[in-house]
């Protein structure tokens, strides 16, 4: 009697590729089920470049203060030298400084200046009003009265200038001469009077304009 055919068993090799393609199959699948396509690169995060902003520089202008000196009477050396005048100091705020002395002359010594004995006969002495338009003075350089000349500063009292005696025109004279010969480049000094005559001109010649 014939034995019915015993199947044989499968090769080795066989069922291991079938196995193989049966698991890519597999992965391919749930790669293109889950990502829907090539994986997004992540997105980089950039700053816009700082912009450095300078505050805007503040040019301030600044006064620089000017040493200046005030020629004052002085008791007892003018009582009996009514051209002895003597200095006390200031400042000025600005590069107008014979116009400043002469200001601070007018004004007069401060209390404890007069304390030490300085005076001016020149602060009562001026009266009226201003044909200047409101100052006291006015000061032209380089100038005797209308006339070119350099090195005279000329100073026109813009008020009347009431003299209470005889030698109170020499006291005020040398008070204002010598507060702006001081600087450089001033060597003579025309005082007039509010109408245009010299100052203190006993003589009615008007010498200082000759």
């Known amino acids: 009697m014939r034995h019915p055919l015993t199947p044989r068993p499968a090769r080795p090799a066989l069922v291991l590729l079938v196995c193989l393609l049966a698991l890519l199959t597999a992965a391919c699948d749930s790669s293109a089920s889950t990502s829907g396509g090539p994986t997004p690169r992540p997105a980089t ?11 805007p520089a503040s040019a301030t202008a600044t006064l620089t203060d000017i040493p200046v000196k005030v020629f004052f009477s002085k008791h007892p050396e003018t009582d009996t030298n009514p051209v002895a005048v003597f200095p006390v100091n200031r400042v000025s705020p600005d590069t107008g400084v014979i116009k400043y002395a002469i200001t601070q002359l007018i004004a007069g010594p401060t209390a404890s200046e007069k304390a030490s004995g300085y005076y001016t006969p020149l602060t009562a002495a001026l009266t009226g009003a201003s044909n200047c338009g409101g100052p006291d003075f006015q000061v032209t350089r380089d100038v005797r009265g209308a006339t070119p000349e350099v090195g005279t500063v000329t100073l026109r009292f813009c008020r009347t200038v009431s003299l209470s005696g005889d030698l109170t025109g020499g006291v005020i004279a040398a008070e204002i001469t010598q507060s702006i010969l001081q600087f450089p480049n001033n060597t003579k000094v025309v005082i007039l009077t509010k109408d245009g005559g010299c100052f203190d001109d006993l003589s009615g010649r008007n010498n200082c304009l000759s």
């Open 45 to 55: 995060a950039t700053s816009a470049p700082a912009t450095a902003t300078a505050a």
